[in-house]
T-cell receptor, first 114, second 115 residues
């Protein structure tokens, strides 16, 4: 079990550029979650997948954000036309999808928009 | 909506001191409760959890009891170490119309333990 991995770990971009992050969950975990964490705050839910289906999206997920999990394994989170307010840590988590299960988090991708 | 409230930080203690970090949650549905820890530059690690009322979660000397009557899940440790310095997050997992299938986190409490 190699844990949840995320790439890149750090990303610096200019305002208006598009960025894409990748998350590889623990193998055989059916559920995959994305959260956003700003400095000094707890993580906030963005969206989650059950296998390849995106089942829920937060109001925080504006039209500039899109997430995919095409084969029910890894997931990507894309932000189009980045804004300075998008600067945050983006966390991915996975779980077995059986109900009250524990979510296991990756190390996160820290995004800085200049 | 569903929420989690943690005691304000930061908290600074001397090594071997007793630790309490307060956490209360909204009681919608029957949530599971968690404490996660985040070390500098890293993601969140599960510290302990409890899935129903009166359950006690424990790990690495930390404990928390799921109190339904007070809607609380306070984190305690009898003797902290310098290596416990980190940010601690209380979280609830619940499936309802308001929370969906997600974790809702508190604001986090920064703990610093001095030698």
């Amino acid at each position: 079990d190699t844990g949840v991995s995320q790439n890149p770990r750090h990303k610096i971009t200019k305002r208006g550029q598009n960025v894409t992050f990748r998350c590889d969950p623990i193998s055989e975990h059916n559920r995959l979650y994305w959260y956003r964490q700003t400095l000094g705050q707890g993580p906030e839910f963005l969206t989650y997948f059950q296998n390849e289906a995106q089942l829920e999206k937060s109001r925080l997920l504006s039209d500039r954000f899109s997430a995919e999990r095409p084969k029910g394994s890894f997931s990507t989170l894309e932000i189009q036309r980045t804004e300075q307010g998008d600067s945050a840590m983006y966390l991915c988590a996975s779980s077995t999808g059986t109900g009250r299960e524990t979510q296991y988090f990756g190390p996160g991708t820290r995004l800085l928009v200049l | 909506g569903d929420s989690v409230t943690q005691m304000e930080g930061p908290v600074t203690l001397s090594e071997e001191a007793f630790l309490t970090i307060n956490c209360t949650y909204t009681a919608t549905g029957y949530p599971s409760l968690f404490w996660y820890v985040q070390y500098p530059g890293e993601g969140l690690q599960l510290l302990l959890k409890a899935t129903k009322a009166d359950d006690k979660g424990s790990n690495k000397g930390f404990e928390a009891t799921y109190r339904k009557e007070t809607t609380s899940f306070h984190l305690e440790k009898g003797s902290v170490q310098v290596s416990d310095s980190a940010v601690y997050f209380c979280a609830r997992w619940g499936k309802s119309e308001t929370s969906g299938s997600r974790l809702t986190f508190g604001e986090g409490t920064q703990l610093t333990v001095n030698p």
